[in-house]
């Protein structure tokens, strides 16, 4: 199926939240459910309010270019007429999230880093079905490295949890 490419906005909040919950009995299936646990992400306390925030803050830099660099996209199967959301990433200029910077093994690579853009969240909706739904993580992947790409950053910083083994790490 082509998959396209469009902005994110607060609209899209639910989409992102069904995504995250969706993840979760596929975790679990390849023993990973350590990664984000059980508990679905629509009844996590403040996890809306972070999702709410950041697609706001991406709309708001989008229309205005105010505010801190943030950057939502959502990756749409496209089948005919009929359009579906598969997942979406976002992006962050020039910021780590405040659990990298304390870990010792990336204390150099943090206090060198300059001219950068983070991956932050990608997240694909398992809902969706395999064949709608794939290379939607790759596409988005490729989205943000345009993006750095267009904006003159010279590297796209992104983590993975290392958990079961390293299987995502690989």
Known sequence: MPLTIRPATPADLDLVISSFNSTLPFLASVGSQSQWGTTPFSERPDFQTKITDTLAAAETYRTSATGPGVWAYVAESVEGDDVL??????????????????????????????????????????????????????????????????????????????????????
């Open 85 to 170: 959301p598969v997942g979406a990433v976002t992006a962050k200029d020039a910021w780590f999230p405040e659990y990298i910077a304390p870990q010792p093994q990336f204390e150099g690579e943090v206090k060198g880093a300059r001219n950068f853009l983070y991956l932050h969240v990608l997240v694909t909706n398992f809902e969706a079905g395999e064949e709608r739904r794939k290379g939607a993580g790759a596409t988005l992947v490729q989205k943000v490295k345009e993006l750095a790409a267009e904006l003159g950053r010279e590297v796209v910083y992104v983590d993975c949890w290392a958990g079961n083994d390293g299987k995502l790490v690989a």
